[in-house]
RNA sequence: GGCGACGUGGCCAAGUUGGCAAGGCAAGGGUCUGCAAAACCCUCAUCACGAGUUCGAGUCUCGUCGUCGCCUCCA
């Protein structure tokens, strides 16, 4: 079996070959820290958290970097404005999106760049493009030269030609095409510098990508990500950058997550259009947003609503509903219900393969995990026992943690309250008996209220926390 | 204006070598039950529209309408 990715370079599915054995380098661009991060960033870190879950569970080691961009016009002005230093804004930003990620359950890359602590390897790079002709200096600044990259473009399906008609690019006379971009910008007062052979300056946004690709995963990379917006300019520029020095194919495979959507529109730093991850975190779970995301295509828009995320809290409980113990009295199933769990068990597992291996379809995978839950709770209500439903609860329990699902087990078997709960129902198990409804029901309401849901049967009541 | 993606039941959504349309949520009916809840069972679509290719199309081609993204900072 073959893992299957979408290119964007190619518009295509293509088998995974990587460029060492065993190993995935992977690139994904983090963000520009000068303000809190939206569900949309959570979003893209979830799809490749996801991602990366997926390889490593197919035996993959993966190597992947999420850089930070730390320097750069929106952080100065911000900081300006507040009177603040840049570095300092931007380390607090840094500070807040790593918990942020921890709070989403989105294992923490290899490791995380900075463009501020690259800043020797990018001017190494721009001096190397400078000397083969690719770049040229001007005031200070460095622009890169489009038209010597003969196949500029190709990553967006742009022609240089077709994005001069009509377009909004400002005129600078002291460039040579419109196209051309800053590699490095000359220093005006007031901003953080560094010394480069074109006199003080900051690194230009996209070449700080290439330079730590190139100086932490070499020439080459398996995997680069990031959200769609970023296709043009910022990868288009990126392998211009590389390639253009390198002479080699930079990213094997281009990987872009679709934008989320908040009433109709991409939600966006720049309109405001957004909602922060601590702000969602405060009505929702961790796993309610990597349902929403696990339940769509990763490549297309996401529906994000009170709605969507609704019904995606009350499909996580159906898939927790799969973890529920036997039920009391349990006395065993008869063989052809065990014998349809153990198929289901190996049609769930051979379904989630086969979905998540063509370019990370969880949504398909997701469907048979569904089915699984299904004959589990048939099993169970047919009367199988606890270790009866142990392997197939064991399959659930081990293919959504490769989703990075935490589906928080009926939490409770460790607390101190459990002894004086086992109390309350052998007291109201007595009220029953004596049909003294109106105090049993008192017992159970009571109970909800402190989060403790009980559940009769015929044969006894059980109880869960929620 | 240019480039690209998409349009599947009330909602979210899978479905790319074309062959009787996954799954979840919601809804309705039923089983169980003192009641409640949960679970289980049953019901609920011909795939934006039009034309074409084909024995056969959601799945290919063309057109129309609509939505979204990029072309400026953006995950």
């Excluded at 400002?170 to 010394?195: N, Q, S, Y």
């Excluded at 997701?366 to 009367?383: E, H, K």
């Excluded at 049993?440 to 926390?465: A, M, N, Q």
Aim: one cysteine or more; glycine letters at 8%.
């Amino acid at each position: 079996m073959t893992i299957k990715i979408y290119n964007t370079l190619t518009r295509k599915k293509e088998e995974l070959e990587t460029l060492e054995p065993g190993i995935v380098k992977m690139y994904v661009c983090g963000p520009t820290v000068y303000s809190k991060a939206h569900v949309g960033h959570a979003m893209s870190a979830m799809v490749f958290d996801i991602i990366r879950r997926y390889l490593e569970y197919r035996g993959y080691e993966m190597r992947y970097l999420m850089n930070f961009t730390d320097v750069d016009d929106k952080i100065i002005a911000r900081a300006n404005a507040q009177g603040a230093d840049p570095f300092q804004l931007a380390e607090g930003y840094i500070r807040d999106y790593e918990q942020n990620l921890s709070d989403l359950n989105i294992k923490p890359a290899t490791f995380n760049p900075r463009a501020t602590q690259e800043i020797d390897q990018i001017i190494e790079m721009i001096a190397g493009l400078v000397e083969k002709g690719y770049a040229y200096p001007v005031d200070g600044d460095v622009y890169f030269r489009v038209t010597k990259d003969e196949d500029y473009g190709r990553l967006s399906g742009r022609k240089i030609e077709d994005m001069q008609a009509g377009s909004r690019i400002d005129i600078d006379d002291r460039k040579e095409h419109p196209m051309d971009f800053a590699l490095w910008k000359a220093a005006r007062p007031g901003e953080p510098a560094w010394e480069s052979p074109w006199g003080k300056g900051r690194p230009g946004w996209h070449i700080e990508c290439s330079a730590m690709n190139l100086h932490h995963h070499g020439e080459q990379i398996d995997i680069h990500g990031g959200g769609n917006d970023l296709v043009f300019p910022h990868h288009e520029n990126e392998i211009a950058q590389t390639e253009s020095l390198t002479g080699k194919p930079f990213a094997r495979y281009w990987v872009h997550n679709g934008m989320l959507q908040l009433g109709g529109e991409k939600m966006s730093k720049s309109t405001g259009n957004l909602v922060s991850i601590e702000e969602f975190l405060s009505n929702y779970s961790a796993d309610t947003l990597r349902f929403t995301v696990l339940n769509a295509n990763y490549r297309g828009p996401l529906t994000f609503n009170d709605d969507v995320l609704a019904q995606s809290e009350n499909a996580l409980n159906r898939l927790a509903s799969g973890f529920r113990p036997a039920l009391p009295g349990a006395k065993g199933a008869t063989v052809d219900v065990l014998a349809s769990l153990a198929k289901q068990v190996e049609e769930t597992q051979t379904s989630f393969i086969n979905n998540m291996d063509d370019d990370f379809n969880s949504a398909g995978a997701l469907g048979s995990l569904f089915d699984l839950v299904r004959v589990i709770n048939q099993a169970r209500t047919s009367g199988a026992t606890n270790e009866e439903l142990q392997p197939a609860q064991g399959k659930i329990r081990e293919l959504t943690s490769v989703f990075g699902l935490v589906l928080a087990e009926t939490k409770g078997s460790e607390s101190q309250a459990d002894a004086f709960i086992d109390l309350l129902l052998d007291l109201r198990a007595s009220l029953r008996k004596d049909k003294l409804w109106a105090y049993s029901d008192l017992i159970r309401d009571r109970l909800k209220e402190l989060g403790v849901t009980l559940e009769d049967s015929k044969d006894g009541t059980t109880w869960r926390w929620d």
